[in-house]
């Protein structure tokens, strides 16, 4: 059965399959290769690989009765931040870094590129988006050129990150534990930057609460403090705004429902969070 145009569910005498097409026979490569080195070390969050003798095919059994994380859960968010850390952690015993299979990280140019093309955009969305398009270009260009200054040193760890750390990706399955799927987007880089990418995920789902977030897991506060005016960049309200010009017009219609009150709730919270990033990153300075 296809569930997407790439995905297919397909049963067999061993089981339910999950399988998974690649356009691009490398990502592929790189989803194996990195299952394969977890695998070695018996990292327990993920769904471990189905052998194929197609290189452009990724198969897993099907999980059934699993899923997606929900972050505003308490339980769901310290779960996949502890999976997270575990995942950053492997570098003590795999050398990430040193494998040219995995790209690196290359946040700035990711976000600076995210930023130009909302502004390419500008016709098209600044009659939805009125005032808020200037708020979000104001937000993100502020951002940009701190990062520009800022010396950018690693401060976690260079390793392997999941690179798309949104909650989907974060899968409890039938046994209630909780896994890592879908490493198409992995990358080498600063474990500080995917946590705090991590955070933009979270923030809006506990009402921008970043004091309680940083109480909750207090390795986030000396991992991140020296980037945490990161923060600042709206990265989900430009990344979700991008999407809305991708859809048709009934489509746009039924998503709007949903991005207008989101919108309108992270702007409302963006001057107290600039506020106490500003206060947290002082104490770096």
């Keep these: 059965m296809q569930i997407k145009s790439n995905i297919w569910k397909k049963e067999t005498a061993q089981g339910t399959l999950f399988i998974k097409k690649y356009d691009n026979v490398k990502v592929a490569e790189k989803v194996k290769a990195i299952h394969s080195q ?7 969050y993920v769904i471990p690989l189905v052998k194929s003798k197609d290189s452009d095919l990724v198969v897993q059994y099907w999980q059934h009765g699993s899923f ?29 870094k040193n494998q040219v299979i995995f790209p690196r990280q290359q946040l700035y140019q990711k976000w600076n590129a995210r930023l130009e093309r909302f ?43 999941h690179g798309d750390v949104v909650h989907h990706n974060f899968l409890i ?16 880089g600063d474990s500080a930057e995917e946590m705090l990418l991590w955070m ?19 390795y986030l506060y000396n991992l991140c403090l020296q980037k945490i005016n990161y923060l600042q960049y709206p990265n989900e309200l430009l990344r979700e705004w ?6 048709g017009k009934y489509e746009r219609e039924a998503f709007l429902d949903y991005l207008m009150p989101f919108t309108e709730k992270a702007l409302r919270h963006w001057p107290e969070l600039i506020m106490e990033t500003e206060k947290l990153h002082s104490k770096y300075d």
């Excluded at 977890?38 to 327990?44: E, N, W, Y």
């Excluded at 039938?174 to 799927?181: A, F």
């Excluded at 991008?242 to 859809?247: A, F, G, K, R, S």
Aim: aromatic share 8%; net charge positive.
């Design 38 to 44: 977890l695998g070695d070390i018996k990292f327990p």
């Design 68 to 96: 997606s994380a929900d972050f505003s859960n308490d339980s769901h968010r310290k779960q996949s931040f502890k999976i997270l850390k575990a995942l950053h952690d492997t570098s003590d015993k795999i050398d990430w």
């Design 200 to 218: 933009h995920r979270v923030l809006p789902t506990i009402d921008y609460d970043l004091e309680k977030l940083l109480n909750e897991n207090p």
């Design 173 to 188: 399955c039938k046994d209630r534990k909780m896994k890592l799927i879908d490493f198409d987007l992995a990358v080498v």
């Design 242 to 247: 991008l999407y809305v010009l991708q859809l």
């Design 119 to 161: 502004l390419i955009n500008e016709k098209e969305l600044l009659p939805l988006l009125q005032h808020a398009y200037y708020d979000i270009t104001l937000f993100a260009s502020r951002v940009l050129k701190q990062m520009r200054k800022q010396k950018h040193k690693i401060n976690g760890k260079l390793t392997l990150l």
